[in-house]
């Protein structure tokens, strides 16, 4: 008789964050094996399964290689990072160790444990502030804050890797990731929390008012517009980006967003919508990093790997991340690990 097909084993790094957390979801649907790598310094213990949960530091390249040699692996998705603009812009040297200091342990571990396949999360913050909208990939780096900086500069090593090395990759360069799963099985659960939608629900809930960072913008309220990607349709991108690695094709680097913008007023609109309530907000000068427009062309995306977002819809968006905030409220965080 043969023996059932081994599923594929794939490692998530940051699997207890918030696009992890929905993309392992997603990868066990589609039938495969998931081991999460995740310090906690930022994702939550309740997103996972703790029975495939590993925590520990991806600096730690010796442990890596023990969980490899263990639980052999086909391909990384690779999630793990510092993710917050502003604080980057304060804290500099954190984002570069964490975001990029750690890849390159993620990387060394794979490329001692033969592991040839990553995809890697990149972001629009890549590209800076350009005059032309919607942003396509052609577009040369221009990050204007070291959180964006750290995720080219990974671009750039995986690049090298590549050639060197024969390690492919798919860099998926997301734009505001929002929403939650639409079973209310995964969601946002940030501490600090950064995100805009969270943040207005978090305002409607304390009453203090949300801080909204400038409103003199040249975008037609003042305000910042953002592409706003439904996480389940992000998810999908890495289903994708995974299976075309694992069938043979090239490294690419791919935008994921759905090529409209809302702005952060119409944000509030949705929010007040959804929730039937008022958003307590005001408005504070403008932050340094932050452009006034980031709207995805992500046909390439739609072109090679057959991608379509299905949840465009920002009351739609917003309604499931209203869902999901409303079974978890916000909590302080339970545990801080020491860097
Ligand atoms: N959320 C967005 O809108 C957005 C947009 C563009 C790109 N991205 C990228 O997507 C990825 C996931 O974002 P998210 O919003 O889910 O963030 P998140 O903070 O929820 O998830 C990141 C996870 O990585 C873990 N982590 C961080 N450093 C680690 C380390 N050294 N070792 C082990 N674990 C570590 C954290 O504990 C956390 O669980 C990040 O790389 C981020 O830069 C996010």
């Avoid at 999360?121 to 032309?132: D, F, Q, W």
Wanted: hydrophobic fraction near 40%.
């Amino acid at each position: 008789m043969d023996s059932p097909q081994r599923k594929k084993r794939i490692l998530v790094t940051g699997g207890a964050g918030y696009i992890g957390s929905n993309t392992v979801l997603q990868l066990t649907d589609a039938g495969y094996e998931v081991v999460v790598v995740d310090d906690l310094s930022h994702g939550d213990r309740r997103s996972v399964d703790p029975r495939i949960l590993r925590v520990f530091d991806l600096h730690d390249t010796e442990a890596l290689v023990k969980l490899f040699d263990a639980e052999p692996c086909e391909a990384v998705i690779h999630f793990a990072a510092f993710t917050s603009v502003a604080e980057s812009m304060r804290l500099p040297e954190i984002y570069f160790q964490n975001n990029v200091g750690a890849s390159v342990s993620l990387l060394t571990a794979m490329l001692r444990c033969g592991v040839k396949y990553l995809v890697f999360s990149s972001t629009a913050a890549v590209y800076g502030i350009h005059p032309s909208s919607p942003i396509s990939e052609s577009l040369p780096y221009a990050a204007i804050n070291p959180y964006g900086d750290s995720k080219a500069m990974v671009e750039k090593i995986l690049g090298w890797f590549d050639q060197a090395h024969g390690m492919r990759h798919v860099c998926l360069r997301y734009f505001n990731a929002s929403g939650a799963d639409p079973e209310g099985r995964a969601g946002e659960l940030h501490y600090p929390e950064t995100h805009l939608i969270p943040l207005l629900f978090r305002a409607i809930e304390t009453g203090i008012p949300a801080d909204i960072f400038g409103d003199d913008y040249p975008t037609p309220d003042g305000t910042c517009v953002r592409d706003f990607i439904h996480v389940t349709d992000l998810a999908q991108a890495h289903i994708l980006a995974l299976a075309a690695l694992l069938a043979g094709a090239s490294s690419a680097k791919l935008n994921v967003g759905t090529g409209q913008g809302f702005s952060v007023r119409e944000v509030v609109q949705a929010v007040e919508s959804v929730t039937g309530k008022t958003v307590p907000y005001r408005i504070r000068p403008r932050r340094p990093g932050d452009p006034p427009v980031l709207v995805a062309n992500s046909s390439k995306l739609q072109n090679t790997l057959g991608w379509k977002p299905k949840y465009c819809d920002l009351r739609y968006i917003v309604s499931t991340a209203w869902s999901f905030a409303q079974k978890h409220p916000s909590t302080p965080r339970l545990q801080v690990p020491v860097r």
